[in-house]
């Protein structure tokens, strides 16, 4: 079973490298999906934002960059991380938990999750802890990897569990990080079963968008 020191070791030991490596794994596809994420965002038009599981602050920045009026701050448990979102001007960030956020009942317009859901312990009960912190009618967004339908699972399965972890090896030394990665990808709730697990963490309207195919996905929903 994976455990929260696991996951706090691996992104630790990957932060120097994280970046450029997602991008060049990801074939820049991982810039697209924030974008995509980013337009979702602009139309709530929040006055503050909150970004869980930051890491290295890449959505809470293009949110900071194009929506330069609203209050971003970005939260992960994992400092190395958070060190390198603040050098590339991530300005404010706190050092948290994201399954006991140290913040107040109902104090933000919009929660995001980017890649971030799938390493916690416990799904439902991190929705939930969202939506705590989320005002009436607030928004969650959670963008994460999923798997494709149909003939396109064969080819995409075979890089992510016997290609994928060899370049990201040579790329950053880390190569279980990445077979991590496949295993937590399979075991993620996808399509129907996480628009069921926002309902019942009490979130309503829930929405589901494929990305590429459906490699990755952007959920949505309010309180």
Do not use: K
């Not at 009436?136 to 494709?148: A, I, K, N, Y």
């Amino acid at each position: 079973m994976v455990t929260p020191q696991f996951v706090h070791e691996t992104f630790s030991a990957l932060a120097e490298r994280y970046v450029i490596a997602n991008h060049l794994l990801s074939l820049g596809t991982d810039i697209l999906w924030r974008a995509r994420a980013l337009q979702v965002i602009a139309d709530w038009h929040p006055a503050d934002l909150l970004d869980v599981a930051t890491g290295t602050g890449d959505l809470a920045l293009a949110v900071h960059q194009e929506l330069s009026d609203v209050h971003v701050l970005g939260l992960d448990f994992c400092e190395p991380m958070l060190a390198l979102a603040r050098q590339r001007g991530l300005a404010h960030t706190v050092h948290a938990d994201a399954m006991h956020m140290p913040l107040e009942d109902a104090s933000f317009d919009v929660l995001t999750i980017a890649f971030g859901l799938r390493n916690l312990p416990d799904y439902a009960a991190a929705l939930r802890e969202f939506r705590r912190v989320l005002r009436p009618r607030g928004h969650l967004l959670v963008l994460d990897f999923s798997l494709p339908n149909g003939i396109a699972l064969i080819p995409y399965r075979l890089y992510l569990h016997h290609i994928l972890p060899y370049l990201a090896d040579w790329l950053t030394g880390q190569g279980s990080a990445y077979t991590y990665l496949g295993q937590s990808i399979e075991q993620f709730p996808r399509g129907t079963a996480m628009l069921h697990l926002l309902q019942e963490a009490g979130f309503v309207i829930p929405t589901h968008l494929p990305l590429c195919g459906g490699i990755a996905s952007i959920y949505t929903a309010e309180v």
